[in-house]
């Protein structure tokens, strides 16, 4: 049998094959903390972020690079120091949120990492915005998880978001294993929702963050 050769080089085969799959995060290749290779078109790279309910300039960090989880939760003041996960127990404003995007936001779970960890993020109340879809994943935009557990869509206000929890448990909540990198990706159910925290295209939306050991 006759084989035609192909019509393009190894090289560009294998960057369309990796184009074409979703980022794992354990897989990512940073720069300036960035990692936008292999994550779905709409991803949010930057976006303003509230630490009280009176939005002025003292309260909101500007142009924050929302692709790293710990520039959001990991602080309680625009010039907090930032930490590490589990973060504080405390809610971000995510002034503008894209409605045609998403936020895909990378962390690691560090080593030394306490055994225990239950937590949760929860739609805030105020300045809640639209209902929110929200998953956890060690993929890029991934909004359809292995785990069903790690996926809540359509929550309102005051709504349960995703539970993480370490060591893994059987199905109480998303698992997580110390030392591995994970996506909390969130994005708004209806990009046309007509809600008064929302200005043209984009939404305000808060998130919270709570954990115990």
Known sequence: MNLKPFPMGLAALCALAAAASPARADDLIYTDGYDYEGCPAGRQTVADIGYRY???????????????????????????????????????????????????????????????????????????GPNLDMSISQYCGDFD??????????????????????????????PLVAGNSYFVNIRLTNPDAIHHDCDGPTCTVTVQNNWSD
């Open 54 to 128: 009176s939005l002025t300039d003292a309260n909101v960090a500007r142009n924050v690079n929302v692709t790293q989880a710990d520039n959001i939760w990991g602080r309680t003041a625009p010039n907090g120091t930032i930490l590490e996960f589990p973060w504080s127990n405390y809610f971000a404003v995510i002034v503008n949120l894209q409605r045609d995007g998403y936020v895909a936001a990378l962390w690691r779970v560090p080593p030394d990492t306490i055994a225990e960890i239950t937590g949760m993020f929860s739609h805030g109340e105020t300045m809640s």
């Open 145 to 174: 998880p292995g785990h069903v557990i790690c996926l809540r869509r359509n929550i309102g206000p005051g709504g349960l978001l995703t539970k993480y929890k370490m060591p893994e448990p059987p199905g109480i909540a998303c």
